[in-house]
């Protein structure tokens, strides 16, 4: 009879810790590919004074985090690299409104290691291969692209773009010199070793980059989640957004 009982408790002690969450103090982010060093050091700083928490972070193109995530990918926060994959999944009721906010400015550029010279946007087509992210699902290549036919570059370009996955497999493509230049944003050529800077895209070719940050639904009661959103838009956040070149008004 006694074994019975012990067998028994054994068994329903097994069955709550299988099915308990694997980790009480683990946040899922989903962040655009250009916010890597800014969240990987934010988030290294907050696991310091809150070392409960660990992050499991999600880096890529802002089109293809918005799938996971209306797949069912875990996910407690997401930052996109434009208000368009945002605004996209606030419509299927999968982020939570009150909870979004604008968590950093950018600007696109243009950069590479060609021996040509290049320095305004009539210059690229002297060139021959040019990289931009697939504008269905990478906000870059959308703003390029944007940029490519308010210049009226369209045809002349024609042929020449190279599609990449994300923001830095442009830069990594400019970088090994398999293209002439990149679209990439500012803070993503700052990152370059080989690749430079050649010319900032004129605003008034492309919207405004912007970086919204919201919760998933799913996290919005989650008290955990709410303090590193809330920190997020702190000061110390502010302070390394602007060390790795993003802007804030």
């Not at 939570?96 to 290049?118: E, H, I, P, Q």
């Not at 990594?172 to 050649?198: H, I, N, P, W």
């Not at 605003?203 to 590193?228: C, D, G, H, I, W």
Request: charged share 20%; with cysteine; proline share 3%.
């Amino acid at each position: 009879m006694l074994q019975s009982i012990r067998r028994s408790a054994i068994l329903l002690l097994l069955f709550l810790l299988t099915s308990a969450p694997a980790m009480a103090g683990e946040l899922n982010l989903s962040v655009a590919a250009s916010m890597k060093e800014v969240i990987n050091e934010l988030t290294g700083n907050y696991e310091k004074t809150h070392p409960g928490i660990t992050f499991v972070k999600n880096f890529g193109a802002s089109g293809a985090l918005a799938g996971q995530i209306e797949n069912g990918a875990p996910a407690d926060l997401f930052i996109a690299a434009n208000s368009e994959w945002m605004d996209y999944l606030k419509g299927k009721n999968l982020v939570d409104r009150k909870s979004k906010k604008t968590f950093a400015y950018n600007t696109l550029v243009f950069a590479g290691s060609t021996g040509k010279k290049v320095t305004s946007m009539r210059d690229l087509v002297k060139l021959d291969k040019i990289a931009i992210g697939s504008p269905k699902s990478v906000p870059a290549g959308e703003y390029a692209t944007t940029a490519i036919r308010n210049a009226g570059l369209e045809q002349q370009v024609q042929g020449k773009l190279v599609m990449a996955k994300d923001v830095r497999e442009c830069l990594m493509y400019a970088e090994l010199g398999e293209v002439d230049g990149s679209f990439v944003y500012r803070t993503d050529a700052l990152q370059g070793k080989k690749a430079k800077l050649l010319f900032t895209v004129p605003q008034k070719l492309y919207p405004r980059v912007v970086y919204p940050m919201a919760l998933t639904v799913k996290a919005a009661t989650n008290r955990e989640a709410q303090s590193f959103h809330a920190y997020l838009q702190g000061s110390e956040a502010k302070s390394v957004l602007k060390k790795y070149g993003f802007v804030l008004k």
